[in-house]
T-cell receptor, first 116, second 112 residues
Framework: DAGVTQSPTHLIKTRGQQVTLRCSPK?????VSWYQQALGQGPQFIFQ???????QRGNFPDRFSGHQFPNYSSELNVNALLLGDSALYLC???????????????FGPGTRLTVL | GEDVEQSLFLSVREGDSSVINCTYT??????LYWYKQEPGAGLQLLTY?????DMKQDQRLTVLLNKKDKHLSLRIADTQTGDSAIYFCASDYGGSQGNLIFGKGTKLSVKP
């Protein structure tokens, strides 16, 4: 059973460019969340997708947008990159609607984005 | 806004117990989590505790929750060099599952 996968592993961009990161959720999961982890910090919630809609959003500007596909995979897009966007971007998946304490988020290995 | 705080560093000797502490402000937290992150890797869920529990034990891991003081701790018994990593405490914002609030992480160093 494959866990959460993300691509690419590393990415280098320059200021002003646009980037797309990809995530495939764990088998059986239909909800995908994205987090940004700056160096030396804990992950910060960007947004969550369920049924191809953005369900929740954290405190991130509109330059950060996303998409979820019918197969539950997801993309994170960042426009007009800034130096401060350099971070590890983590994708997490879960199964929506569960109420038992066994449901939780499984994280992928992340994509390391460097903006020069 | 809601916040989760942790001490940044902890150093222990191999075989000793490690205790990592966390405080949180969100009184509506339903679950509280501990994640482990090794260098260059994503987050690995270690354990979690439901907010109406005081303690949970899972092999070498013991989680203690003081809901009145909003204090959470993770004890690792018989700490090994392989336990060296960054440990994150996270709150779930009342059970939404989509919006975890993380602390900045505690870097655990285990000396042989």
């Amino acid at each position: 059973d494959a866990g959460v996968t993300q691509s690419p592993t590393h990415l280098i961009k320059t200021r002003g460019q646009q980037v797309t990161l990809r995530c495939s959720p764990k088998s059986g999961h239909d909800t995908v969340s994205w987090y940004q982890q700056a160096l030396g910090q804990g992950p910060q919630f960007i947004f969550q997708y369920y049924e191809e809609e953005e369900r929740q959003r954290g405190n991130f500007p509109d330059r950060f947008s996303g998409h979820q596909f019918p197969n539950y995979s997801s993309e994170l897009n960042v426009n007009a990159l800034l130096l401060g966007d350099s971070a590890l971007y983590l994708c997490a998946s879960t199964e929506a609607g569960l109420t038992t304490f066994t449901d939780t988020q499984y994280f992928g290995p992340g994509t390391r984005l460097t903006v020069l | 806004g809601e916040d989760v705080e942790q001490s940044l560093f902890l150093s222990v000797r191999e075989g000793d117990s490690s205790v990592i502490n966390c405080t949180y402000t969100d009184s509506s937290s339903t679950y509280l989590y501990w994640y482990k992150q090794e260098p260059g890797a994503g987050l690995q869920l270690l354990t979690y505790i439901f907010s109406n529990m005081d303690m949970k034990q899972d092999q070498r891991l013991t989680v203690l929750l003081n809901k009145k003081d909003k204090h959470l701790s993770l004890r690792i018994a018989d700490t090994q060099t392989g336990d060296s990593a960054i440990y994150f405490c996270a709150s779930d914002y009342g059970g939404s599952q989509g919006n975890l609030i993380f602390g900045k992480g505690t870097k655990l160093s285990v000396k042989p």
